[in-house]
């Protein structure tokens, strides 16, 4: 008779795939990760931070077409295929929304788009801006699945583009926080005494202090920016993760695997990173999930009170900043998609941390 003996991972594992919302929540999170990696291939607007603005056709309804005239840059940008991939495209081309055009003569004439039934202004440009000479490549029709924001750029990139930010902060934030976190719950669930007091304390000034009021105040001391942002979010966030891994520490030192570690003369900083966290992981992924969630939220009040990630650079947070009084202008798609996204992408990190709970659960 053969005998089975499966890792108590592996059983986590298949406990977890039970979990419909679970595993529908974890496809949905690795489908968002690929658009914030890969969104520049996907948006329709490829040019950094998805900035190319046309003020004449600022807040359109989704699905809004219109002819695109764009006229090559005279200077040529040296950027290379990575760069384009991953930063978009720096380029100094220029998009005019057109009516109607004509070429006479070597000259191309063509009239600008203007809203509410106003005739656009008349101008032209001479065919030797474009490459041989040929405008037909350059003359488009383009169509703006979502719609454009305030100043005439496309939603839908800006979505795409701005996914980065809400998706990524959560990773770093959370890479963070546990780096100081189960630094500072190991050393004082394990030393105990003079050190577990000291700890404490700071672990308790910490948690008493605002999340926002604090991620403000270091932002602030930072500066605004991108990467100022992630770091001051994952700074507050490591103190959940710090008592947990001590109160765990605290619960195992005593096991009998512990005390023979000691026995065999292994060092403190071996017993605790090779014997016992191992063994106590699995509630510090469970908040990791949820403070995926909650790093994506604080982010987007940042960006919301414009301490966030600075324009240009796109934003959910700051897209309802900008939008959030077109709510009662009869346009409220205009932050309520951005809202949408982070909802979604919030109660996906929150299903997979409820599936991970269960799963991880000894007593189910």
């Known amino acids: 008779m053969t005998k089975t003996k499966d890792s108590l991972s592996g059983l986590a594992l298949r406990k977890f795939k039970k979990n419909l919302w679970g595993v529908f929540s974890f496809g949905f999170i690795l489908i968002v990760g690929i658009v914030a990696v890969f969104a520049y291939v996907l948006a329709p607007d490829d040019s950094q931070y998805a900035n190319q603005m046309h003020l004449s056709i600022h807040s359109k309804n989704p699905g809004f077409k219109v002819m695109m005239l764009t006229i090559p840059s005279s200077t040529e940008v040296d950027q290379s295929g990575l760069d384009k991939l991953f930063f978009g495209r720096r380029s100094g081309e220029t998009e005019i929304p057109i009516t ?50 305030k100043y005439g750029r496309d939603l839908l990139s800006r979505i795409l583009v701005g996914s980065r930010i809400s998706f990524f902060i959560g990773f770093v934030a959370v890479f963070i926080s546990l780096i100081i976190g189960i630094l500072m719950g190991s050393l004082a669930g394990y030393f105990g005494g003079r050190t577990d007091a000291i700890i404490m304390w700071i672990i308790n000034v ?34 959940e993760v710090a008592r947990v891994v001590r109160g765990q520490i605290m619960s195992v030192k005593e096991q009998q695997y512990v005390t023979a570690a000691r026995a065999l003369g292994f060092s403190d900083a071996r017993i605790i990173w090779r014997h016992i966290l191992p063994n106590i992981m699995a509630p510090v ?47 409220p798609y205009l932050a309520l998609i951005p809202g949408l ?16 709970r269960d799963a991880m659960d000894v007593k189910t």
């Not at 600008?112 to 801006?129: F, I, M, R």
Request: proline share 4%.
């Open 341 to 356: 996204c982070i909802m979604l992408l919030v109660m996906a990190f929150m299903l997979v941390g409820n599936g991970l």
């Open 100 to 149: 109607d055009f004509r070429i006479e003569g070597d000259r191309l004439y063509y009239t600008e788009y203007a809203s509410d039934g106003l005739e656009g202004l008349q101008k032209d440009v001479p065919l030797t801006a474009f490459p041989e000479a040929n405008a037909a490549p350059y003359l488009n029709s383009k169509k703006f699945i979502f719609g454009t924001d």
């Open 285 to 331: 992924i469970v908040i990791s999930a949820a403070n995926f969630a909650a790093a994506i939220l604080i982010e987007s009040g940042l960006s919301f009170l414009g301490i966030g990630a600075q324009p240009p650079m796109a934003s959910w947070g700051a897209m309802i900043k900008d939008h959030y009084n077109y709510i009662i202008l009869g346009k």
């Open 206 to 239: 910490t948690w008493s202090i605002p999340t926002l009021l604090l991620v403000i105040a270091i932002t602030l001391a930072l500066g605004k920016g991108f990467w100022q942002v992630f770091i001051a979010v994952g700074l507050t966030m490591w103190v």
